[in-house]
């Protein structure tokens, strides 16, 4: 079975604070891990994943098999980043797009 | 290049009854993926289709079906609505081979009174 963890429902920060946004994840083989973004009234969408080892818009994660942790940072919160964030993940074995989602950290940054 | 589109946006429907969500991926995707999305449990997988066949199925009784067309598009069906399908549906779609990325509509908001 494949489980992720995001334990934090609100995150609140202060504009140019650091952000952390902590997953955690359960499966047995090799995952893929995503980070999906949902802005207000905007439809879900991708904004990193750990296989293409990007920075987008200041964010960066790093998938730490060890601890099963793929926790999303950002060094300077903006105010625009303030929005619906999820972690999710794709089992590598298998075959598929199936996504598996965390049940999602609202993040807000505070003037 | 046009986005995932869902039809339609907002449904109300009455406990009993039965209903079909329609999802049109971008051109050139194979994979289309339906999640529930409710404030309770978040999203969840309901099931795959790629190139009209079934690829993965999620936990949800066997009221909930879909099929895709051979231009990919895709219907889902809840038949015998309970008050709990109240939710958003999603519809991701993807190219359809391993590590793409899957692009999302904007959901069908259903409403079971």
């Known amino acids: 079975a494949q489980r992720v963890t995001q334990p934090e429902k609100l995150l609140s920060v202060f504009k140019g604070a650091p952000v952390e946004l902590k997953c955690n994840y359960s499966?047995?083989?090799?995952?893929?891990l995503f980070w999906y973004v949902q802005y207000s009234r905007q439809r879900l969408q991708l904004l990193l994943r750990?296989?293409s080892r990007e920075s987008i818009k200041g964010f960066t994660a790093d998938l730490n098999k060890g601890e099963t942790s793929f926790h999303l940072k950002k060094p300077f919160a903006q105010e625009e980043d303030s929005a619906m964030y999820y972690c999710?993940?794709?089992?590598?074995?298998?075959?598929?797009?199936?996504?598996?989602f965390g049940t999602g950290t609202q993040l807000k940054v505070e003037l | 290049k046009a986005g995932v589109t869902q039809t339609p946006r907002y449904l109300i429907k009455t406990r009993g009854q039965q209903v079909t969500l329609s999802c049109s991926p971008i051109?050139?995707?194979?994979?289309v993926s339906w999640y529930q999305q409710t404030p309770g449990q978040g999203l969840q997988f309901l099931f795959e289709?790629?190139?009209?066949?079934?690829?993965n199925k999620g936990n949800f009784p066997g009221r909930f079906s879909g099929r895709q067309f051979s231009n990919s598009r895709s219907e889902m069906n809840v038949s015998t609505l309970e008050l709990g399908d109240s939710a958003l549906y999603l519809c991701?779609?993807?190219?359809?081979?391993?590590?793409?990325?899957?692009?999302f509509g904007q959901g069908t908001r259903l409403t079971v009174v």
């Open positions: 991701a779609s993807s190219l359809g081979s391993q590590e793409t990325e899957a692009f």
């Open positions: 499966y047995s083989g090799s995952p893929e």
């Open positions: 750990h296989i």
């Open positions: 999710a993940l794709r089992g590598l074995t298998g075959g598929g797009n199936k996504l598996t």
């Open positions: 051109s050139g995707h194979r994979s």
């Open positions: 289709y790629f190139s009209e066949t079934q690829r």
